[in-house]
DNA sequence: CTCAGTGCAAAGGATTTGCATGCCG
DNA sequence: CGGCATGCAAATCCTTTGCACTGAG
């Protein structure tokens, strides 16, 4: 499985005319064997081999190859994630006390009424939908 | 509708020990009128006679008291509306290309199944939820 | 050799804060 | 009168960028 998850990065890197580079395959392991969304800080702190500048740029980049996706929380750090079709569509719990992600899957049946509900929304205001959030804001078990 | 608006703001401020000045009742009546959520370069442009730091400063206070809440997209700006209980439930259209935000209000339909789902997330993680946030990420009529 | 990738340090830009002044209570 | 609110300007802090160096092809 891992073998493949690089094979596709390296593609869509390729795809945008980027190199997969091995700081770069560092950034995608870490992110794949965390089950929660990284902060900058928080991939200096599991990798110190890793320059500041250069995660924000290879994480700019992976993002633009559509391998990461950049998730936006409610305190001061923008997090990175795997793109969902290199994982699996879920959601987020954020704690608004620490400004952490755990990720949740929802189940079947509320991914189909989202989905019907999109559809409606989209005929009706001309918006057109490249994808959904649904995140909870509240306390994690940790903070409360 | 807007004097019990004011009274209930008034109310909540006076709940963190704060006044409601008339620079803050100017805020709110914006965010009244509008059916999106403001950035500060917004409300700056909305009314020139505010002055940007305290802007910042009394968004803040209303954030704190809860009569505002303050809404993250993608682009780099902040944005803020009422706070939910002031006005109506509602989700979020934000459009990818230019950070601008829509409102649109769900069917209760989903709004029940959302809250069956929460419920079961809650319970099975020890997250407490505070409120939820279903917003269709995507491209708007004027940028397509 | 060439050119993208990397690291360091400096620059950017939204947001916050220090301080002096004005005003409400 | 006392203390919070305000405005201006300076400071913060995450993030981006300039530039010289290194390394893969």
Redesign the interface.
Known sequence: MPDELHTTVAERLRGVGQRYTSQRRALVELLAETRHPLSIPDVLVLDGELAQSSVYRNLAVLTQAGAVH?V???DDFARYELAEDLTHHHHH?I??ACGGV?D?T??P??ER??A???T??STA?????????????????AC?
């Open positions: 950049r936006v929380t409610t719990l704690c608004s755990e949740y929802a189940s049946q509320l009424t989202v019907r509900a999109i409606e929304v205001t001309g918006f057109t939908p490249e994808h959904h959030r649904l995140d909870l804001i509240g306390i994690c078990a409360a």
